[in-house]
């Protein structure tokens, strides 16, 4: 089965600190793409950043960064000099080849984070 | 500015009502996706569409099914309303070949069946 597995529900992080979200999936997969998005209270998802399981460098994106674990099947988000602004719902996504040719999105459970003044 | 667009933000109906929930999207994507998300569930796939009048079944398609009469729009049909689909809604397009993979989504409906 392909899952993506968020085991923290709920995180906090004081303001300016770093916290590390994490993420485990199960594919049978040789390519694919990873995700993290993020879902503020307005409800509209963001995406926070992506990395292509073929290439070996984490994925950066300003004070966001991942830390890929092929092999282990991890895909964890850092977060440094957290932000007010941070404070939203966090999902893990895959994205794999279906029989039609074209992807479809498997995403986590989500986890909460809290930013604390 | 791309746009994925769902016509309610919320919506309140009865048990066994036909509900039709819309989603329009103005990117010529040729993929559009139906999820429910839940706490503690995250998101959870109902149905996609790859192509007009073409769909496939995700991972929980019962008590759903989908229109795709053109390419932009993309309807989510609850033949008879029941309490368990109150849920939030969320509508997502994007590119078949998907390239770097970039899913848009819509700002999702709130719906509550009683």
């Known amino acids: 089965a392909q899952t993506v597995t968020q085991s923290q529900p709920e995180m906090s992080v004081q303001e300016a600190e770093t916290v590390t979200l994490s993420c485990t999936y199960d594919t049978s997969e040789s390519d694919y793409y990873l995700f993290w998005y993020k879902q503020p209270p307005s409800r509209q998802m963001i995406l926070v950043i992506r990395?292509?399981?073929?290439?070996?460098q984490n994925a950066t994106e300003n004070r966001f960064s991942v830390n890929f674990q092929k092999a282990a099947k991890s895909f964890s988000l850092k977060i440094s000099d957290s932000q007010l602004g941070d404070a939203a719902m966090y999902f893990c996504a895959y994205r794999i080849l279906v029989t039609s040719g074209t992807y479809k999105y498997i995403f986590g459970t989500g986890t909460r984070l809290k930013v604390l003044a | 500015d791309v746009k994925v667009t769902q016509s309610s933000r919320y919506l309140v109906k009865r048990t066994g009502e036909k509900v039709f929930l819309e989603c329009v999207q103005d990117?010529?994507?040729?993929?559009m996706f139906w999820y429910r998300q839940d706490p503690g569930l995250g998101l959870r796939l109902i149905y996609f569409s790859y192509d007009v009048k073409m769909k496939e079944k995700g991972d929980i398609p019962e008590g759903y099914s989908v229109s795709r009469e053109k390419k932009e729009r993309f309807s989510l049909i609850l033949e008879s309303a029941s309490t368990n689909q109150t849920s939030m809604y969320l509508c997502?397009?994007?590119?078949?070949?998907?390239?770097?993979?970039?899913?848009?989504f819509g700002s999702g409906t709130q719906l509550s069946v009683l």
């Open positions: 990117m010529d994507h040729e993929n």
């Open positions: 990395q292509e399981a073929y290439k070996q």
């Open positions: 997502a397009s994007s590119l078949f070949w998907a390239g770097e993979g970039k899913l848009f």
